[in-house]
């Protein structure tokens, strides 16, 4: 399957969003849409066989809505919400230095009972151009979405602005009906304020990918052939380039270094807040700050190969996820403008049947809400009532409670190192009550070293022999002896007739003596010795080294450092009531000892792959929602197994499939972190979804009951929709 990013214009509400992604899911090919109205982007997974780009750009054509591929350059999305905010502003601004006098005339009029010469003619003249020139583009919308057969929320605008309007023609000819045509400008200037409320909060929403995105500096110094520099444009360079960096420069794009020692600022990348080190062939992120020495760097990637463009394509194909929670409100939106018609139509008919009960229940209300009209006409109170109803009701604020707070969770789980794959994943993380851990390249680190050397001879010379013999074995354990031999000086020796043993050892011919170096077990196994002293040596792993001739020759042990963090990382886990297991293909002795120093609740050692995933089905059959954290290499087949899988980066791999989240530094207390921005977003998603259902299904009832003037109505429409972005943006305060 392949995936598509796609921009969506035209979409004013979550019910577009929602006719956009029907008719996505049509097209031939399609496996999945998800559209997602706080970016404005839909998110198409297809099978290239059957898929055809064109016929999903004519689908969301037919839709009513304008289809465009997502810019290359990500760089100007900023750009175009700025644009966008402008415009808005602009709009709100004209719309309101008209509405402005006309509300003081429509409210002298209403509050005094003064009456003013031409008062109908006025409303109609200045309301004219609000509506059907500042505020025309939700009724151009509602026009095309009534000719495609859609409905939205600019369609319950369309009604209510221009049957406000007809009330001023019908009163201008004489027809005996209050006139709202003022009233339609005011709802027109309310929903303009709203658009530019919401879409001023939706760019803030965004505002950590932004930052990443605006991370990457736009010129570079290029070192030339004949060793001058040329200050380039960014979008010049390419790969194996030379290009030079001063002090306190951003790093242009990925690159090694090839000349030079420096430390290098990476905290807006992986959120580590200590200066990386970095000297020759040492790998640097593009955007990271160098802080002290000049180097000389060669370009490795460039464009959307570096790790800033995927880390802003995994969190952006992240936002455009839908979680769970969000079905239900898909639902309501669905059949939401539909019903809301039919509520209004209702509205109208009942007024018009039963005017003299309601006219009692707002004779009653007056004295709380003076803006209450109880002498109305019949038909008069029947549109005032039915106008209400529909500029009230509010797809919108269900429509962003979920995407909004996904978008800023998600982007602030990337501005400190956490990377989330998926809005499902994050919404699992809040559940996740076993927290899984790998030992090896998790709570320890990866390379084992030396500790401990215990020789019955000389110590360099038994150094020597046992290095040596190692050094035909890929085993980690003479990897580590060989590095211990290289950084104390010590050289080599050849030996004849080397036999590696897989997981037990080594045994060769040095002076036609046979030697062997090897676990405990396979020297006793060999050599028949059973009383070689380990007591000393608990909980770490030893190499001995045994000689036909001499005997014993001496024990080196070694061991895995504990990563400085994990201990903290793991009593944080416990604090939130989640169990905490270690898993290791380690030996027991090992095993208890780690588990003993980070004071993890279980372990369990000697494990092959495929006891690891055992394991974790064995939890997840009792009940537990379980987390695994691993370095998400040899432990892939266990992340996926999990409910959640954590793997452990290095800040440049992210792209490992089998996790769900990417932590891009070995920082294990970012595990606890993660869990807690997964709680956090959640518990703004439900804020916001309560807030959306209960703001309609309290103020439909009171508008249809003519208790809600119109203006009031439309007012509270557009503040329940930037109430719920708001509330989102809160998020971005959450301290992880």
Not at 116 to 140: A, C, Q
Not at 168 to 174: C, P, R
Not at 704 to 716: N, S, W
């Amino acid at each position: 399957m392949e995936k598509l990013i796609l921009k969506i214009e035209g979409m004013s509400c979550a019910s577009c969003a929602m006719n956009v992604e029907k008719a996505l899911k049509k097209v031939k090919g399609v496996e999945n849409a998800v559209v997602n109205l706080a970016s404005e982007k839909a998110l198409i997974t297809f099978n290239p066989k059957d898929f055809s780009e064109k016929d999903a750009f004519e689908a969301v054509e037919k839709a009513g809505y304008k289809a465009l591929y997502e810019k290359s350059s990500k760089k100007d999305d900023s750009d175009e919400f700025l644009e966008k905010v402008k415009k808005a502003k602009q709009k709100m601004i004209y719309a309101w230095a008209i509405t402005i006098p006309l509300s003081f005339i429509m409210f002298v009029h209403m509050f005094f009972n003064i009456e003013f010469k031409y008062h109908t003619l006025i409303n109609l003249i200045l309301s004219f151009p609000v509506i059907f020139i500042i505020g025309i583009d939700p009724i151009k919308s509602a026009i095309k979405a009534l000719i495609h057969k859609n409905t939205n929320m600019d369609v319950l605008i369309f009604f209510g602005v221009t049957s406000s309007y007809l009330t001023g023609i019908l009163n201008l000819f004489g027809q005996k009906i209050a006139d709202y045509s003022g009233v339609g400008a005011m709802i027109t200037g309310f929903y303009l304020i709203g658009q530019y409320l919401e879409s001023k909060a939706k760019g803030r929403a965004s505002e950590e990918i932004k930052k990443l995105l605006n991370l990457s500096p736009k010129k570079a110094n290029l070192v030339k052939e004949d060793g001058s520099i040329e200050i380039i444009d960014i979008d010049f360079v390419k790969v194996s380039d030379i290009l030079l960096v001063k002090p306190s420069e951003q790093i242009p794009t990925d690159s090694v270094i090839i000349e030079g020692t420096t430390s290098v600022d990476e905290s807006m990348i992986t959120g580590e807040s200590l200066p990386v080190p970095k000297s020759i062939n040492d790998t640097v992120i593009g955007g990271t700050i160098n802080q002290l020495g000049t180097i000389k760097i060669k370009v490795t990637q460039i464009g959307e190969n570096t790790v800033l463009s995927k880390i802003s394509k995994l969190v952006e194909d992240a936002q455009s996820t839908k979680v769970p929670v969000q079905a239900f409100a898909d639902r309501v939106i669905s059949i939401f403008v539909p019903s809301i018609i039919i509520i209004a139509i209702l509205t109208f008919i009942v007024w018009f049947l039963f005017p003299s009960d309601l006219h009692k229940l707002n004779f009653w209300a007056k004295d709380f809400l003076p803006w209450i009209n109880p002498n109305l006409n019949t038909i008069s109170a029947a549109i005032y009532a039915s106008v209400a109803t529909l500029v009230i009701a509010c797809p919108c604020a269900l429509g962003l409670a979920t995407p909004t707070a996904l978008m800023v969770g998600l982007g602030l789980g990337a501005s400190k190192g956490i990377l989330i794959r998926s809005g499902e994943a994050l919404e699992r993380a809040k559940d996740i009550d076993v927290v899984v851990f790998d030992k090896t390249g998790t709570i320890t680190d990866k390379e084992l070293y030396v500790t401990d050397i215990v020789s019955n001879i000389d110590k360099e010379e038994f150094i020597k022999i046992v290095a040596s013999l190692e050094s035909y074995s890929e085993h980690p354990i003479g990897i580590a002896i060989n590095k211990f031999a290289k950084d104390n000086n010590i050289s080599k020796i050849d030996f004849q007739s080397v036999k590696v043993i897989p997981g037990l050892g080594v045994e060769g011919y040095l002076d036609n003596k046979k030697i062997i170096v090897g676990s405990p077990k396979f020297i006793e196994d060999a050599t028949g010795i059973k009383d070689i002293e380990k007591s000393k040596f608990k909980g770490k792993t030893l190499a001995i080294a045994y000689e036909e001739e001499r005997g014993l020759l001496g024990i080196i042990a070694l061991s895995f450092k504990i990563k400085p963090n994990a201990k903290e990382a793991i009593d944080q886990i416990k604090k939130m009531g989640i169990k905490t297991i270690m898993l290791t293909g380690d030996n027991e002795e090992t095993a208890r000892y780690v588990a003993s120093q980070v004071e993890i609740d279980e372990y369990f050692a000697n494990l092959l792959p495929q006891d690891k995933i055992m394991h974790i089905k064995r939890l997840q059959e009792m009940g537990y929602v379980v987390a695994m954290v691993g370095d998400g290499i040899n432990d892939a087949p266990s992340l996926k197994q999990s409910d959640v899988g954590i793997s452990i980066g290095t800040g440049t791999d992210i792209a490992k499939e089998a996790s769900n989240i990417t932590l891009m530094t070995d920082d294990l207390t970012n595990v606890a972190k993660s869990i807690k921005l997964s709680i956090a977003t959640f518990k703004k998603i439900k804020q916001n979804l309560f807030w959306a259902f209960f703001y309609n299904i309290i103020a439909i009832p009171f508008a249809a009951l003519g208790m809600l003037h119109p203006v009031i109505a439309e007012a509270a429409m557009a503040t329940s929709s930037v109430f719920v972005v708001t509330n989102s943006i809160r998020l971005r305060n959450f301290k992880i």
